[in-house]
């Protein structure tokens, strides 16, 4: 739609609808990407419809209200948060530990109830996430006040920072919203922000955090809401506080509710007949937990009806309807037994921690991280000494802390190593990292870890082409970069020990069968240095080719949602890298093709084709056809009858006059950026 400002139509009435419009759409898409985990548009048109937003708004600037979405960041660092009373006391749960206790707190509801012990209550089961407790407030529909549990009673005012929370709507939406809601839920960060918070703390030269639950602590108790911002917190709604304007029955149906107003609900919540179905999720969870992308420590059993939670009341500090089933503690003490320095992938030294062997939640763990040599001075640890080590999902386990009335008077400070264990390269610590690095070319283990990384699972999934093996690659000098895999033969893999025929396929087909993985998996594979999985599906999906990403500008790079300027220099830096560049091309060359991302089923475009001609002045022709593609369509070079759309620039030519003669449909650009938008659909076009 254009903005068309003829004698009956008030500018600011017509600039008004479509700041609603887009501020609808840019919540909507919001709601899509980081509640749903399934965008429908790419970065760059979210982009768009996020700058078009700014653009209005500066252009009326009485029409910006504290829910649009331009406002999520805003104002200057806070002094200090202030008090917030809870209207309800935000309550605690009792625990349970295991399935007899879980049954005993069915027996005790049960009894308050005067129900016989064989009768079947209906329980709502909830992860137990591992974060931090917040109240929200909404007043009519607007996000109005946001506090932490506090003490129960007292909380803090953080509504600055939950603000910047992008799975959260600033506005409720869909029917019947009430008038005052009141909402509880827990704050917290995914593994992934965690480990890229961490990472990021290190080469700051800061402390990393302990586990994501501090982490999310840390990042929405921060007084400058511009730090908040950039650290992806998510949340999960899973209470009701006070409310006004709406009744629910149960559990089941507040939930329902207020997933349909848009809050983010755990979509792993489930309502189960009778306690041994809640016992039976409890222990499913605890086995999901490792592949969970965040942390849990237990689940929650709410009785569903409300009605019954009444019945049943509260006691001090807990209500009676509830349990919190608690897992397993992931945390541990044992004796720390060596600091080695580990070399990896970047050649980054790490000290680890050798531990005395110790089980964590069914895990031993004899290894762990120790972050880097000013985490260690700064924690004052020592070998010799007593520490509580801690694991959280994949993370590597992690020293948390010295129990000092345990150390000896044989216990001794370390010192980062002079050269490279591994190479024997002196080592540098580069100017405000705190990473000690070698600058070893040829160090062993950097290249093993490249490997590693290469062909694991989530990368380009190599199966077969394990530690083992890549060892047996290096030390017999058949591989010294990843390109180097793409041209081994049957013979090579006949040199390793204990190889047969059937192997030596399996590996080579291996091999061959990844040169065709999705071109996101491949930028992951690549290791550039802060790029996650993640990272690398946006990089895909928002440049379609290697040979975009290749070209992008640190500009372009950080126009992407989530891509900060430290990533987008990374990313430069990698690309820019003769070496780096030289693999890549000798990995092309031996056949590897990593694939488009996978169109989108049932984008807006699905099945339809377009011509560009004529000078576009919106957007060059390559992202056009990536937006066209994004949305499940396809570009192509000529027109004929087959052809959809014909997009008309400036100036068109010869294959405008076709279109004329063929009858195809052909839109100007605004009707095609239109489109895009949402605001028209290609029927209607
Ligand atoms: S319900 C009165 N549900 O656990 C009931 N709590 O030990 C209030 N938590 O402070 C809590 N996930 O921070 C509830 N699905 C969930 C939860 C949950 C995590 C936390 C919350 C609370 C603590 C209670």
Redesign the pocket.
Known sequence: MQLSFSDTLDPREVAGRRIEELRRLLEHHNRLYYVLDAPQISDAEYDALFRELQGLEQHFPDLVTPESPTQRVGGAPLERFAPVTHRLP????ENAVNAAEIGEFDLRVKKVLGLSPDAVIDYVC????????VELVYENGGLSIAST?GDGVTGEDVTTNIRTIRALPLRLGGERVPRLLEV?G?VFLSLEAFQHINAEKEEQGEAPFANPRNAAAGSLRQLDPRVTARRPLSV?C??PGLCEGAEFDSQQVFLHAAAGWGLPV?PLIRRVQGIEAAVAYYQEMQERRESLPYEIDGT?I?VDSFALQRELGEKSR??RW?V?CKFPPRQAVTVLEAIIPSVGRTGVITPVAQLRPVEISGVTVSRATLHNWDEIALKDIRVGDTVVVERAGDVIPAVVRVLMERRGADALPSQPPQVCPECGSPVVRIAEEVAVRCMGLACPPQIRESIRHFASRNAMDIEGLGEKFIEQLLTLGLVRSVADLYVLTRDDFMRFERMGDKLASNLLAAIESSKQRELGRFIFALGIRHVGERTAKSLAQAFGSLENLERATVEELVSIRDIGATVAQSICTFFGNRENSAVIRRMLDAGVAPAAEQKKVGGRFTGKSFVFTGTLTRFTREEARRLVENEGGHAVGSVSKKTDYVVAGEDAGSKLAKARELGVTVLEEDEFAGMLQGTDTPDSA
């Open positions: 935000m309550l605690s749960l909830e992860p137990k996430m591992d974060g931090l407790a549990r509880r827990e999960f899973y209470a755990n929650v709410k807990s209500p509830a919190a």
